[in-house]
């Protein structure tokens, strides 16, 4: 996300909050001019308080950086639900692997019934050819 992209989202939650660019410096702590800079998208100042601005503005950083809220499902925060399914996954890999091994060992087993059916069959004819 650029500058540009941030800077209008700092600014369009602060006019949804009601809070003018006054407020916003007093509450950061910097100048009027400072913070004017920073809805300007004219300072390096505005990456590296984008947390502290964020929270002034009682919103999260990802929602100033990429203009809304990270995806939220019962409550969880999309690391939440990308941890859990992080783990899941991992569960299942597992029992893909296991069911891979039990694959070759059917196989194998299949080959080694295959082959005994083959040897029986050869045995048979030999049996037939000698009445």
């Known amino acids: 996300m650029d500058n540009y992209s941030i800077k209008e989202n700092i600014r369009r939650i602060r006019k949804t909050r009601k809070l003018t660019q006054e407020e916003m410096a007093h509450r950061l702590g910097i100048s009027l001019t400072a913070y ?5 998208g ?3 100042m505005m990456n590296s308080n984008i ?5 002034h503005l009682e919103t999260s950083a990802e929602e100033l950086v990429l203009g809304y809220h990270p995806i ?3 409550g ?5 639900i990308t941890g859990s399914y992080t783990s899941r996954i991992s569960v299942l890999e597992k029992q893909v692997e296991n069911l891979e091994k039990l694959v070759k060992t059917l196989e194998e087993t299949i080959r080694s019934k295959n082959e005994i059916i083959e040897n029986n069959k050869e045995i ?4 037939r050819k000698e009445k």
């Not at 004017?36 to 300007?40: C, F, H, P, W």
């Not at 947390?51 to 929270?55: F, K, P, Q, W, Y």
């Not at 969880?76 to 939440?80: G, T």
């Open 36 to 40: 004017r800079d920073i809805e300007r």
């Open 42 to 44: 004219n300072t390096s």
């Open 51 to 55: 947390a502290r601005i964020a929270s």
């Open 72 to 74: 939220q499902m019962n």
């Open 76 to 80: 969880q925060k999309l690391e939440e």
């Open 124 to 127: 048979i004819a030999m049996l």
